[in-house]
């Protein structure tokens, strides 16, 4: 059901889950997706049980536009949202690009704090409330489901913040954001901030309050929680915490909150919990985005025990250091261990107890082989080892550019290091050869004779999928051109092969990135 709906329902302990990967979380430097991935974002998200998808900024670009519609078109439950700044323009660009969607939502904004307003504004505050009233009112003469948010609500004026919710509400907005843009807030002061809009607007009834809190000071999440305490019941987050310098609000985080500590907070959410480990690798894969080892909830180590003491404890009750199960999100601890002898069967009900029985034959026949290839490698094929051969192998299905053969030589004996590459370009098969001052750097210079480009390396990372010397080894690129970042990821056993797929799959999100122009002001 909408967010109007849930309230007429009266189940006033329900928070609503606004998921804002695919807009917010984009925006994070490197985080840029191509339509393929944003669908599979976006159908992973709904099968979750998210509410509302916030699916991008039609206005910002063609391929922006055609992704929001793409997602909307392809959407069955939940309500589809687009961005937009205050202005007919945008408003007009984003009921067109969700216009197919069975449930949609225009999510427009504008900033209300005095240092937006009069620096990048340049607006008096009387210009500003006129503008809340124009663009909503022309947002609901599009869709009947209205978002309004303050820009910068948490350093805003409360007569003035006031006045403008007043204005939205009346507009017709049925959704009011209040968020903490810059993360700046601390979570009393927040709640503080969410109670006092809705004690002193006359209309608040007539909306939802939501948050959306960013991570500057690591509070994002404890705001979002503090913000529910007061009265708001949506939240918006992101996947992983993904988003603008020290990202959002984490969603994993909020539902588990939410889930364990019901004596506390006796809020709950639509979430199907059991995908969370799923769509967290799934977003980590798209992005490059490593999830560090101590991440709340999703990190590698969120239910390893190496202390004695600890150990000890969970062998005689898993709950004396465990709050969750790892099964309530997805971690599944399996009896069935794969290596070279084992068949399709066999590998098809492992994909389905890590969350991929859904898909395709054709990704499943490419991901076998690549599994058969690995198992003639290691003893031991772990669950790890499964996940990243499966995103490894769908984030390549649509690239431009793909690895075909490395040869290297590097060593003692010869030097300079060298690399010959083969590529194919587009369907056309090209070969260079390169030499650099390391094997990667030989790897690097041969791609670039390939694929001439301007953009500066800037992060160069490798870290293991598992223990052992013979675990795959998960790289991550980092590529920077005119102002633009992109992130790429590539997995093997070879480090020096991951590293080719990683430096290749950032040229391909750099391709896209270079159609994608994000207008100014949409840090909401």
């Known amino acids: 059901?909408?967010?109007d709906r849930i309230a007429a329902a009266g189940d006033n302990q329900r928070v609503v889950i606004f998921d804002t990967t695919l807009r917010d979380g984009e925006q994070s430097p490197g985080a840029s997706m191509n339509l393929e991935e944003k669908l599979r974002v976006?159908?992973?998200l709904e099968a979750m049980g998210v509410d509302v998808i916030e699916a991008g900024f039609p206005i910002a670009s063609v391929g922006d536009f055609e992704a929001v519609k793409a997602i909307a078109e392809r959407s069955k439950s939940s309500v589809i949202c687009g961005l937009s700044r205050a202005t007919r323009g945008d408003i007009a660009r984003c009921a067109e690009a969700i216009a197919p969607a069975p449930r949609k939502r225009i999510h427009t904004f504008i900033s209300t704090s005095p240092l937006h307003m009069k620096y990048k504004l340049q607006m008096e505050p009387e210009t500003v409330l006129q503008r809340v009233t124009e663009s909503v009112s022309y947002a609901r003469s599009l869709v009947d489901d209205v978002e309004w948010s303050a820009e910068d609500g948490s350093r805003t004026e409360h007569d003035f913040l006031c006045r403008c919710v007043e204005a939205a509400i009346a507009a017709g907005a049925r959704t009011i954001n209040i968020p903490d843009t810059v993360g700046y807030?601390?979570?009393?002061?927040?709640?503080?901030?969410?109670?006092?809009?809705?004690?002193?607007?006359?209309?608040?009834?007539?909306?939802?309050?939501?948050?959306h809190c960013h991570n500057d000071l690591g509070l994002a999440v404890a705001n979002s929680l503090a913000a529910v305490g007061a009265g708001a019941r949506q939240i918006e987050c992101t996947i992983n915490g993904l988003g603008e310098r020290a990202g959002n609000a984490a969603m994993e985080e909020i539902v588990m909150a939410?889930?364990?500590?019901?004596?506390?907070?006796?809020?709950?959410?639509?979430?199907k919990t059991e995908h969370i480990t799923k769509m967290s690798r799934m977003i980590s894969a798209i992005t490059g985005f490593a999830i560090q080892p101590n991440k709340a909830v999703v990190?590698?180590?969120?239910f390893a025990h190496e202390s004695g003491i600890h150990q000890d404890g969970m062998l005689k009750h898993a709950g004396t250091y465990e709050i969750m199960t790892?099964?309530?999100?997805?971690?599944?601890?399996?009896t069935l261990v794969l290596g070279k002898h084992s068949g399709r069967a066999a590998f098809r009900q492992k994909l389905a107890e890590l969350g991929y029985g859904d898909l395709g034959d054709n990704s499943v026949n490419e991901a076998f082989?690549?599994?058969?290839?690995?198992?003639d490698l290691k003893k031991e094929v772990f669950d790890e080892d499964i996940a990243a051969i499966v995103d490894d192998t769908a984030m390549r299905t649509h690239d431009r550019i793909k690895l075909v053969e490395l040869d290297i030589r590097c060593g003692t004996v010869h030097r300079p290091p060298h690399a010959k590459m083969t590529l194919d370009i587009d369907g056309v098969t090209e070969s260079r050869d390169g030499t650099g001052d390391g094997p990667v750097d030989a790897i690097f210079k041969a791609i670039r004779e390939m694929v001439p480009h301007d953009a500066v390396l800037e992060l160069y990372q490798v870290s293991a999928v598992t223990k052992g010397t013979d675990a795959q080894a998960e790289v991550t690129v980092r590529l920077r051109e005119d102002g633009k970042s992109v992130n790429g990821q590539g997995s093997d056993t070879d480090t020096l092969v991951a590293s080719a797929k990683a430096y290749i799959h950032a040229l391909n999100k750099l391709l896209v990135k270079r159609e994608k122009t994000v207008p100014d002001g949409i840090a909401v």
């Open 1 to 3: 059901m909408s967010t």
């Open 42 to 44: 976006a159908e992973g």
């Open 185 to 211: 807030a601390i979570p009393e002061e927040y709640a503080g901030l969410i109670r006092m809009v809705m004690e002193r607007v006359p209309n608040a009834d007539k909306a939802i309050f939501s948050v």
């Open 258 to 271: 939410l889930r364990t500590r019901q004596d506390a907070m006796a809020y709950h959410t639509e979430i």
């Open 299 to 302: 990190g590698a180590n969120a």
């Open 326 to 334: 790892p099964e309530s999100i997805g971690l599944n601890r399996s």
């Open 369 to 375: 082989a690549r599994f058969k290839d690995l198992a």
